[in-house]
């Protein structure tokens, strides 16, 4: 918060893989974020202890998310993760928006959507760098 170079008023999340997952716990217990962007994430199969069990926290989440994931992910799969996720997800219906792609996991093939959906969503909701 000391750097100049950073707005501390302006910060997202940013999260891949196990990092899109903890997009449903980060943004629920930390309010300096005001934006995030999970990729290949959703819900986790299994138990896990309450204290960082996604689903104590995913309904917290209100700020504005956009989720991008694969139709053909076999680890986080569309019906059984991702859609879960989304549709609990506690943002308004507005502040939240989901891409599938016809792809897998890694959305390799897909490296340009995912970097003009996500700038354009930190547009929107953060504003233009500067």
Known sequence: ETREDIDSESLSYYGFSWGARKGAIIPAVESRIKAAILVSGGLASGQARPEVDQINYV???????????????????VEDA?????????????????????????????????????????????????
Do not use: C
């Open 59 to 77: 309904t917290r989440v209100t700020i504005p998310v956009l989720m991008l994931n694969g139709a053909y992910d076999a680890i986080e799969p």
């Open 82 to 130: 991702q859609r879960p996720m989304f549709d609990l997800l506690g943002s308004q219906a507005d502040q939240k928006k989901w891409v599938v792609y016809e792809s897998g996991h890694a959305l390799g093939d897909r490296r340009t959507e995912l970097i003009t959906e996500s700038l354009d969503w930190l547009d929107t909701y953060l504003g233009p760098v500067n």
